[in-house]
């Protein structure tokens, strides 16, 4: 068999499949579909559709009404959208970076623990399995200012207990603290990178004379800075989303929905999320959900951009 | 090959069609009054008030396939299954919410239901009917009848010296006073509360008292910023920084066991709070025994009043059956359905040991014969007196009148007294922003 000229490279590289490749290469399309018709159905064309709606008025029950850029215009007028946005940004500062030392402090214990290892690391990863609206009501309770754990701890060595979460100075202190619950799959993942770090360049460093820090900046962070990399991308995002907890706690519970100032803990999404299905105002929702979704990729991006300047994989030619 | 990709092919859509919503069952297409599928949302089956209506209707209805989806209104799940064209037949949800659903077009007017049905509106309490009207058009069918009374806690009033006469809301300075005999703080924590106002959740029922009312009577008008609606705001904050300041003040009413036998009550946690009258019920059940007396609320004239709530039932947009639907709704709220309701409470609380404390419902007439025929006086004093309270001030009551942007306007108003009680903003300050948001959000639901 000759190739032509005008024979794309695909179309050559398709000829040279073997029948059994062939065979095996559809086979792939076919397991590879309901993934295919899943993201279409599912995360494409409601994308689609969300960004059409988000250039319109849309009560959810009527047809939409074009109002071309009305919805966009309001995002900068609207001083909830500054207010959740901010709330939002500063608990994703807050939660990040707190997650990742704990999270790396709590896998730097585990990794020296020889015996019981598999017992620790269920138990740091338990809570990572109670639902968040689980979450969100035993924290309510946990934060009580006058009855609650935290406070009571607090008293124990002589500390007065702010209002978690009625001062609306220290709701976000509070919801910080209960983010912290589910710190346990980061633990895991550090605690698997730690483990894969090769003993020979510790007894390495430790020959030339290096300290136990020396040892951790140089040698430990870099080899596991793809995990590191990996839990700042996915805990930013999710902070980004912080949703069900939060809603849970001051917006769900009917205790707590109509006596508490709102405004400290209206997260970006729940401000959405009030925008679209208590309001009906579901064409602005659109249109906040696509702020959201620029904001989240170009912070990605910035992340991305620093990453491929610090983090080292394993195999790659740099 | 072909015949296991569609095999896959099944499988795949059996699994989305599983995925179905709230109206995905039964529902017979256009059927007639008491034929094909009944699928209801927002309603559950908790008790013997619920399951009793429901069995009458199946017993009366035995061709309509009724599918109770139980669980509490979901506004999510709601417009999501109206929007796909899938909505369940009948929704049970909070008469406030009425208004919002009306404008824009996701419920169907009763207007049909009721004639076609011969339903008397009349038998309807007027504040109930009022929730659900807007414009002139009946959306809803109202259930319960909800008001609010002061409960007192006289074991307490006898500690400081009082009685329950010494009481007296109207004179709101002398409140102050009361609250601070009542109230005890001691190294600056909380441990007794005096007097609970109850904010922000009946502030209306404050206003309503210094003569003024937060939406105007259709609905579209916010009267947020009047100096009467300030200074009942200001009454209520006064009384909550009396007593430490809203952080403590709430952390401590969140730790009470509002339903169980460790109730404040029965704990001595609180002496004088508005509440519902539902509480009275709890209150029968688990601390029979507790010094309760029950008063009405009353105007900075001494006289009665009450703020009126409940839930209804409506027929979305794109019902399957709205006649069995409708059927349905009058089933539940007809006099002879609350009757039977009323004498099974009767049973379960004989059953229990525990004093019946009457049913309130927003059919006028069902509680007349309720109250004629079944109620009994438990010989608990106590609680007998408290059932003749209740249904003395129901005839004063007053309720938030439907609204195009109900849902927004309670959050404004509710907002604006949270940002109050957190100090992020004085009275004045909070309630001007407020009715300027008020309106806008007014103004931009009337369109």
Known sequence: MTTTATDTPRATAHRRLSPLARREARWAYVFLAPWIVGFLVFFAGPMLASLWLSFTEYDIVNAPRFTGLDNYRQLLTDPMVARSLGNTVLFTVCHVPLVMVISLALAMLLVRVKRLQGFFRTVFYLPVMTPAVAVGVLFLLLLNTQDGLVNRALGVVGIDGPSWTTDPHWVMPGIVLMSLWSLGSSVVIYLAALQNVPRELHEAATVDGASGWQRFRNVTLPMISSALFFTLIVNTIAALQMFTEVYTMYFGNRQTQTSFNADAATFYVIYLFQQAFQFLHMGYASALAWLLFLIILAITVVQMKLGNRFVYYEGEDR | ?447
């Not at chain 2, 937060?214 to 910023?225: F, Q, V, Y």
């Not at chain 2, 049913?359 to 006028?364: F, Q």
């Not at chain 2, 907002?415 to 948001?437: K, M």
């Open chain 2, 1 to 447: 090959m072909r015949r296991r990709a569609a095999v896959g092919v099944a499988v795949l859509v059996l699994t989305l069609a599983g995925c179905g919503g709230v109206g995905s069952v039964g529902g017979g297409s256009g059927g007639g009054a008491g034929t094909g599928g009944l699928t209801t949302m927002g309603f559950g089956l908790p008790d013997e008030i619920a399951r009793t209506r429901v069995d009458l209707f199946k017993r009366e209805h035995p061709e309509v396939k009724l599918d109770i989806v139980e669980g509490s209104f979901d506004e999510q799940q709601f417009l999501s299954a109206v929007a796909s064209g899938n909505p369940p037949d009948l929704v049970y949800l909070d008469r406030k919410l009425v208004g919002t659903y009306a404008k824009r077009g996701s419920i169907l007017p009763m207007t049909d239901c009721v004639r076609d049905q011969g339903i008397d509106l009349d038998q309807y309490r007027p504040a109930a009917r009022e929730q659900v009207t807007l414009d002139g058009t009946l959306y809803g069918i109202p259930e319960f009848y909800s008001v609010r009374v002061v409960y007192l806690n006289e074991a307490l009033l006898r500690q400081a010296g009082m009685t329950a006469a010494d009481v007296d809301l109207s004179d709101w300075q002398g409140l102050v006073d009361l609250n601070a005999k009542l109230a005890t703080v001691s190294d600056g924590k909380l441990t007794r509360i005096g007097i609970d106002p109850k904010i922000p959740e009946f502030l209306p029922m404050w206003a309503r008292a210094n003569g003024a009312q937060l939406l105007s009577a259709d609905g579209r008008s916010a009267n947020l910023s009047d100096p009467k609606v300030v200074e009942a705001l200001q009454t209520g904050l006064r009384l909550i920084q009396d007593q430490g300041g809203w952080g403590k003040f709430k952390s401590f009413r969140d730790t009470f066991d509002f339903f169980g036998a460790k109730s404040p009550l029965s704990q001595n946690q609180i002496a004088v709070w508005p509440m519902e009258d539902w509480f009275l019920n709890v209150a029968a059940k688990n601390t029979p025994d507790a010094e309760l007396v029950v008063k009405p609320f009353v105007d900075r004239q001494g006289r009665p009043l009450t703020l009126a709530s409940g839930s209804a039932w409506v027929i979305p947009k794109g019902a399957k059956n709205p006649a069995a639907a409708c059927t349905f709704a009058k089933t539940m709220t007809a006099t002879a359905t609350w009757v039977a309701a009323a004498k099974a409470r009767v049973e379960a609380r004989k059953s229990e040991g525990s004093p019946f404390t009457g049913l309130y419902t927003g059919n006028a007439d069902a509680d007349r014969q309720i109250f004629a025929e079944v109620y009994q006086p438990s010989g608990n004093k106590r609680f007998d007196d408290a059932v003749q309270t209740i249904l003395a001030v129901q005839q004063s009551a007053f309720s938030i009148p439907a609204s195009p942007a109900g849902a927004e306007f309670d959050k404004v108003w509710t907002d604006a007294v949270n940002r109050v009680l957190s100090g992020q903003a004085d009275p004045v300050t909070a309630l001007t922003r407020a009715q300027d948001e008020a309106t806008a959000v007014l103004s931009r639901a009337s369109k």
